[in-house]
């Protein structure tokens, strides 16, 4: 039994966002990537161009233009948030299960998931995952198994065949 999911993530910059038209056009495109049995994960940027209120370009003008430092970063990421919020509502509102998630503004609600499994199987090592600020893991799934083994196997050995750490030969 295979109960992999095909994933589709959708990106929208700011103006595919930028206006309740352009969103509900957006909205659609995520619909029905879910209705066609698609994970579906929409990205979005800070809503529309200058002189719109959260567009990038005009935060960027509160500050004179400057950016590259964590101030500007701060300021950009609220046009994201913004953005992230307002779309994450408007799907529900069309009855589409949605939470805006946002990682690298300083919210706790995003972060990555780490599988010991998934990481020796695609070829990492723990050099990679040690480069990961540790603030960002927020979940970690630990097990072991043999260092080689199949791709054709590998579906199984995810949902049935994990090792308890320390019997397999996982770095």
């Not at 070829?123 to 480069?131: C, W």
Request: glycine content about 12%; proline content about 4%.
């Amino acid at each position: 039994m295979r109960t992999t999911r095909n994933v589709a993530v959708l990106k929208f910059g700011g103006t595919s966002v930028a206006t309740s038209e352009q969103r509900a056009i957006a909205y659609n495109r995520v619909r029905d990537a879910r209705d066609a049995g698609f994970a579906t994960v929409a990205v979005v940027s800070a809503m529309g161009r200058s002189p719109e209120a959260y567009a990038t370009d005009t935060l960027l003008e509160l500050i004179g233009g400057r950016s590259g430092n964590t101030n500007a970063d701060l300021l950009l990421a609220a046009g994201e948030l913004v953005s992230a919020a307002v779309f994450a509502d408007g799907l529900c509102a069309l009855g589409v299960d949605a939470v805006a998630l946002v990682a690298g503004a300083g919210a706790a609600n995003a972060g990555i998931t780490v599988d010991i499994l998934h990481l020796t199987r695609t070829g990492d090592t723990p050099d990679a995952l040690r480069a990961i600020d540790p603030k960002l893991i927020g979940y970690a799934q630990i097990c072991d198994g043999p260092l080689t083994r199949p791709k054709e196997e590998w579906d199984d050995e995810g949902f049935q065949q994990r090792q308890i750490p320390g019997d397999g030969g996982f770095p």
